[in-house]
């Protein structure tokens, strides 16, 4: 029977591998066996390989699920005040407070990406909305929706990151399995990258920038060799027959001089920072005899004409959202160049004054380094810390042999992590959301560093030390453990427990507006949390006219929030006095309009806040306590309440039972709503 070529080499290869390690067995004699043993093998390898992407699905899934629950979480203001307070306030007819970001006189976000993702996701709702509410006669917008339908949209468009290293590994014919589910179960792609931060949008158009990048330079790499192989052997041709057999192969060679010239332009200007890959896609191939340098800048002539497009789109959009220019004004022609706003360049500006940056908190150069990093990529972050001391210390000994190439995929990641970083610390404002767009280099870098993948096969090779290997085989999993035990606790924290009270209370004061009479106004004081979004408390606008008829109206302000930060208790009794006076003196009990008064605050405060409301004309009546709720501006005090085992170790704490101790604690960790009221009513 006459073996395959295939199945001769696999025959050799087994040979020789059973005589080395174990004498007494006897080689395959028969095709059938061979056929045999090479099914199991490659059934082996195939649930290896089903195992990660099914674990990849499930996290899929999972990342879906965590939007729709929903996050009850709030990381930072900004994931609101940057796009959906602004948003919901211009498509979703609702009064909304935006930030000094988008004041009209000097704007510095452009509108141009949020308005035709979330802008559009908003319109959607509210077209739906609109029809439901004439058919059915009862609108459907809840807080709910408002919160999800964003993050939906960005989860959705999350997974081409997902897909952007899928194909750059693919491309490079590497492992792609376990790259992808170190960043599919990393807590960055699971909460960060589901908000509706400026910085997830980043991310996203970061990661496509990075696939085209890299498709061009994989593309370039073996071109250039296919190139210099067919013109050497052109050269070295010694007949006119095979001089024109190369000449045909030549042009049959396709231009990469300016291949995803569009895209990547594009990605730039829709709000890349740093210009690491798009160094790399210019200098592609150059130093090689097939590519000179001229068509380096031809590359750059043709990079800056793409760019206009994409520029001039943002700078419409911008300049038409804020007002600078209107179609009647360009109907009438009266346009001119104070007609347009640039709002990079006013972003460039605010943010090189360190005394603007001082106003947000100024923090040290090196915070990114050390603990942004850790705290956001942890494992990951660590090898990227380790390989790049690494790479230093191989340029202290004068190996830069040792070093990626120039033209590789892994030193295009390596510095499309190290570029961003190197200047955000410029800068001496620090959060730990402005390095997110890195994951999926530093996912691509060291995933496999976490998660090794096995080979795909047919034949292991020789190892010399078999024992050593099984301590080797359980050190590999040890960071695994870490990185999906870290992953995990930061999720639940920023998904969940971080200032998760704020959006359940707003959605409790949205359904008790919508029950009281429309002539009550609603005073709200907030302390030691972040600012309620108030555009998911529903309410009309009061700077817009309605029609009714041939007639118009306007509604009256109904909600007030009054933020006050950080302050101190005494300070907030204060402000709810005055708040109450105030209003006392506008609304007798003989008008019709009526005024109530609340208060959200940790719940860590309660007992402070009881103590110090005992000196007050006026009652704080808790409503509810939402759960769970951590704030790091009010954490609890754990040393004021101890159990009779602990009472030892600190002084001046109210012993408690271990019930009552426990009770304490987990009731410190909520947010509670207060309505005051006058004591003499």
């Not at 006219?545 to 006050?564: C, D």
Request: hydrophobic share 45%; aromatic share 14%; charged share 15%.
């Amino acid at each position: 029977m006459k073996l395959s070529a295939e199945l001769k080499n696999f025959y050799r290869r087994s040979v020789s591998w059973v005589i080395r390690h174990n004498h007494n067995n006897i080689p395959f004699k028969y095709e059938s066996h061979i056929k045999l043993e090479l099914n199991k093998i490659r059934k082996m390898l195939g649930v290896k390989q089903n195992v990660l992407l099914t674990i990849y699905w499930c996290l899929a899934i999972l990342r879906i699920l965590l939007v729709l629950v929903p996050q009850t979480g709030y990381i930072h203001p900004d994931e609101f005040f940057q796009s959906v307070e602004v948003l919901a306030g211009k498509f979703m007819d609702v009064e909304c407070s935006p930030p000094w970001e988008f004041n009209a006189t000097f704007p510095i976000r452009s509108m141009a990406i949020p308005y035709f993702t979330i802008g559009m996701s908003y319109k959607v709702l509210n077209g739906i909305n609109y029809i439901l509410k004439v058919y059915l006669g009862t609108p459907v917008v809840t807080p709910y929706l408002l919160l999800i339908i964003p993050r939906l949209l960005m989860c959705l468009l999350s997974f081409l990151v997902d897909y952007a290293l899928y194909k750059i590994c693919s491309n490079n014919n590497e492992k792609y399995k376990s790259r992808l589910v170190i960043l599919g179960s990393s807590y960055v792609t699971l909460v960060y990258g589901t908000r509706t931060f400026s910085n997830t949008i980043e991310l996203i158009l970061f990661s496509i920038l990075l696939y085209y990048v890299c498709e061009s330079l994989t593309f370039s790499n073996i071109l250039v060799k296919k190139r210099d192989y067919i013109n050497y052997r052109y050269e070295q041709s010694k007949t006119l027959a095979e001089k024109v057999k190369f000449h045909k192969l030549r042009l049959f060679l396709v231009s990469d001089t300016f291949r995803n010239c569009f895209v990547i332009s594009t990605t730039h200007i829709s709000g890349v920072r740093g210009s690491c890959p798009f160094f790399f896609w210019l200098y592609r191939g150059v130093g090689t005899k097939s590519v000179t340098a001229l068509q380096f800048h031809w590359r750059m002539l043709l990079f800056c004409l793409c760019s206009i497009p994409s520029f001039v789109v943002c700078i419409l959009v911008d300049s038409f959202y804020y007002g600078y220019i209107t179609w009647g004004e360009v109907g009438m022609l009266d346009v001119s160049i104070d007609s347009f706003v640039f709002t990079p360049l006013n972003f460039v500006k605010y943010n090189i004054d360190s005394g603007n940056l001082a106003n947000h908190g100024l923090h040290p150069r090196f915070l990114h380094i050390l603990v942004n990093v850790p705290l956001l990529f942890n494992v990951l972050g660590v090898y990227v810390m380790y390989s790049l001391m690494r790479y230093v210390y191989i340029c202290f000994l004068r190996k830069p042999h040792l070093l990626p190439s120039v033209r590789s995929v892994k030193c295009l990641m390596t510095l499309s992590f190290l570029t961003p970083v190197a200047l955000l610390s410029v800068f001496p404002h620090q959060e730990p959301r402005f390095l997110i767009p890195v994951i999926l280099p530093l996912a691509y870098l060291h995933g496999l560093s976490i998660l090794p993948e096995p080979d795909n096969i047919l034949v292991e090779a020789l190892k010399i030390q078999p024992k050593e290997n099984r301590s080797e085989v359980q050190t590999t999993h040890f960071p695994l453990k870490i990185w999906l035990v870290a992953n995990m606790l930061l999720m639940i924290f920023y998904g969940f427990l971080h200032q998760g009270g704020v959006y359940q209370a707003t959605a409790y004061l949205q359904r008790d507006l919508v029950l009281a009479p429309s002539t009550t106004e609603f005073h709200i004081v907030t302390s030691h949390i972040y600012s309620l979004p108030e555009s998911f408390l529903m309410q009309k606008p009061s700077d817009r006219l309605y029609r009714s008829g041939k007639s118009q109206y306007s509604v009256s302000r109904r909600v007030f929030l009054y933020e006050e930060g950080s302050k101190g208790v005494d300070y907030i009794l204060k402000k709810l006095q005055d708040i109450i006076s105030v209003n006392g003196q506008r609304y007798t009990k003989s008008t019709a309009k009526k005024f109530r008064v609340y208060l959200i605050i940790s719940s860590s405060l309660n007992d402070k806040l009881s103590e110090s409301s005992l000196r007050q004309f006026f009652t704080l009546n808790l409503i509810k306590t939402f759960y769970p709720h951590v704030s790091i501006e009010a954490f609890p005090d754990l040393t004021s309440y101890c159990t009779d085992l602990t009472a030892f170790f600190y002084k001046d704490c109210v012993v408690l039972s271990y019930e009552q101790y426990f009770s304490k604690v987990i009731q410190s960790f909520g947010l509670s709503l207060y309505e005051v009221y006058l004591n003499n009513i």
